[in-house]
């Protein structure tokens, strides 16, 4: 008899340590800031490690033997973390949460209002570096300018007088082969 109650005591030690680490879980969630979604995964790990963990007790301390006093006292250990010592866990965590943490955001985004220009100056110089990098690694054509400015001009009145020529030679050819 005596060892069951040493078992049902040694269950509970495990539902103790079992809340300390779904308490762990509710830190991890609370930092990252996840969704249901990510909740649910999160809680489905938690129940699928801590029935892992209760099988291994079972096997280990019951010859893998499930008793329904092994489970209460795993469930009364886990409840009784929760209601005390979770409890004052979970108020600690939560003044932290409100005056350390709020006041380290604060001096963030201070921080950040402060150098917002800087940081601003400093994308729009690193992206003329990236279009200056990009320019730089194609070739140059090369342009020689060989005309005057009014020999433009000239040209382009030769030119017109040479195509309306042309115009008619070609005009001319067709009258004479009909």
């Known amino acids: 008899m005596a060892g069951q109650w040493e078992l049902f005591l040694y269950a509970g030690l495990l539902g103790v340590l079992l809340g300390a680490y779904y308490d762990v879980f509710r830190i991890i969630r609370y930092l990252t800031a996840q969704g249901k979604r990510q909740t649910f995964f999160w809680d489905l790990f938690y129940f699928f490690s801590s029935g892992v963990a209760t099988f291994l007790f079972l096997l280990a301390a019951n010859q893998g033997q499930m008793r329904f006093y092994l489970l209460a006292g795993e469930l009364i250990g886990w409840c009784l973390y929760h209601l005390t010592l979770g409890q004052v866990l979970q108020r600690i965590f939560s003044w932290i949460k409100r005056h350390v943490l709020k006041s380290v955001w604060r001096a963030v985004c201070w921080i950040w209002k402060k150098f917002e220009k800087v940081f601003k100056k400093a994308l729009g110089f690193a992206k003329k570096i990236a279009v200056k990098s990009k320019n730089s690694l194609k070739r140059r054509r090369r342009i020689v300018y060989t005309l005057n ?5 000239k040209k382009r009145g ?21």
């Open 158 to 178: 030769k030119q017109k007088d040479a195509k309306k020529k042309g115009r008619k030679k070609h005009a001319g050819s067709k009258n004479q082969k009909s």
């Open 149 to 153: 400015k009014h020999s433009p001009k």
